[in-house]
């Protein structure tokens, strides 16, 4: 195996596992990447909006109605995928078996093309409907169609630069992807003014995927130098491994699919309350994407850890590591919501509003703010899991919240024409996730029965039997 692992490094003095600090200051080492990767995106993000705003007020409608398909691009294929293949990875590397962890490296690389086809084909031909059904219409759906055909067109470079991620993180190098993100948004901050300027919106949606598309060059040198793209010549296609990225990755991705189902359902019962609440809940929840950041960070680093550890066989030390994780990712975010319960004046500053709807947005907040505790607990704990290859119990969580949010968010509205009782549902619904998801990690994290288990076998691969 190329180098040592993070167990290797980490975990040995069995005393530092009796106190929490260690096992902090790991994660954070790790989470610190993963912050400035998405601090990348948000630059990218933010050029689209001020290139979009300088050709009118159309263009930039137009670029909004297509951002929540663009964070489901990436949220799928980084957040989702990416995980299963960063879990899978660090077992194999916690296990020191070379052979499997190439094994899997090529088989996410291969599905991750597939995967990149199947949503260029389908969002090319759906977008249109998708747009008008999320309430595109005239020259602001043209616009949006635009923007999104080249970014579906460079679905397959998002989806390789989300496997790659994958295996890089799973290693424990995280400043592999953080540096590839960081040379897109440079790009694009270059390229996305030049090429509006002869194609409208297209040229920033060109601009977005081609940025994607050159930064898995520097991706994919430093992965190969880290041995793990190492013998194509000796790789064999193995149904088995490619079932078993499939078997994590794709309740995966229905985890994301159903966070967002979630904030749909909530927006559509928020509807009923009038247009102030409906913009107060909209910019009140958007500050849920602020703390997103916080618990992928270190919801990332967790599957590098405790995969690693996991795979060393040191099962008290991946529990430990996904325990202090998940306890310490919500009580951060438990800490930075009721900072925004008690001075909502913080966050709606940035907001020129109606005071009707500031009203409803400071309700909001403070209902819901101190409840960010549980999405903490509940968005690490579905990264953490991937450490274990075991996703379904987190699932479950997610599909809890969705449940929680439609029947609180009816009880709600059949009791009381007034917003207080509808915040109070979506608070309970994240309080349901992140128990569900707490108790989740807790159970994937317990050490199997068996005394002896083989290295990858939570993955269905035993040692080695990826290079049968």
């Not at 790659?164 to 590839?180: C, S, T």
């Not at 438990?334 to 319960?341: D, E, L, M, T």
């Not at 309700?363 to 075991?390: C, D, E, K, N």
């Amino acid at each position: 195996m190329h180098g040592t692992t993070l167990a290797s490094r980490r975990l040995r003095p069995a005393a530092a596992f009796g106190y929490a600090m260690p096992l902090f200051l790991a994660i954070s080492r790790l989470a610190l990447p993963n912050l400035v990767a998405f601090a990348a995106q948000l630059l990218m993000a933010t050029v689209d909006g001020m290139v979009a705003a300088r050709l009118g007020a159309t263009a930039l409608a137009g670029v909004a109605l297509v951002l929540p398909l663009q964070m489901l691009i990436g949220q799928t294929s980084n957040g989702a995928f990416g995980a299963a293949v960063g879990g899978m990875i660090a077992r194999s590397t916690g296990a020191r078996d070379a052979a499997a962890m190439r094994s899997v490296a090529w088989h996410a690389v291969l599905t991750a093309g597939v995967i990149g086809v199947l949503f260029c084909v389908g969002g090319v031909a759906f977008a249109p409907r998708a747009l008008a059904a999320m309430g595109g219409s005239g020259d602001v759906l043209a616009e949006a169609v635009r923007y999104a055909t080249p970014i579906f067109l460079g679905c397959v470079g998002v989806w390789l630069t989300g496997a790659l991620a994958g295996i890089a993180r799973g290693q424990g190098r995280m400043w592999l992807p953080a540096g590839a993100l960081i040379c897109a948004a440079a790009m694009h901050a270059l390229l996305a003014p030049r090429l509006a300027a002869h194609w409208g919106v297209a040229g920033i949606g060109a601009s977005w995927a081609a940025s994607y598309t050159l930064s898995l060059l520097p991706l994919v040198v430093a992965v190969h130098r880290t041995r793990a793209l190492a013998g194509l010549r000796e790789f064999r296609w193995q149904s088995p491994v490619a079932r078993s990225i499939l078997r994590i990755g794709v309740p995966s991705i229905g985890a994301v699919l159903l966070a967002n189902l979630s904030v749909v359902l909530a927006t559509s019962y928020a509807t009923r309350y009038g247009q102030d609440v409906l913009i107060g809940f909209g910019i009140g929840a958007r500050f849920e994407y602020v703390l997103v950041p916080f618990a992928f960070s270190i919801g990332m680093s967790l599957v590098a850890l405790a995969g690693q550890a996991r795979g060393a066989g040191d099962h008290l030390a991946a529990r430990r590591y996904a325990m202090a994780g998940v306890l310490g990712s919500g009580l951060l975010l438990g800490v930075i919501g009721s900072a925004a319960a008690l001075f909502p004046a913080l966050w709606l500053r940035w907001f020129d509003i109606a005071p009707a709807a500031h009203d409803a947005a400071a309700l909001y907040l403070r209902h819901v703010g101190p409840f960010y505790l549980f999405f903490g607990f509940g968005l690490t704990a579905f990264f953490a899991s991937q450490a274990f290859g075991r996703i379904g119990p987190a699932l479950g969580g997610a599909g809890l919240r969705v449940l929680g949010v439609a029947a609180g968010s009816a009880i709600a509205a059949a009791l009381t024409p007034e917003p207080r009782a509808f915040f109070i549902a979506i608070a309970c619904a994240f309080m349901l996730y992140g128990l569900a998801n707490l108790y989740a990690i807790h159970l994937v994290s317990r050490p199997p029965a068996r005394v002896a288990p083989q290295p990858g076998a939570d993955d269905g691969l035993a040692t080695g039997a990826c290079s049968r």
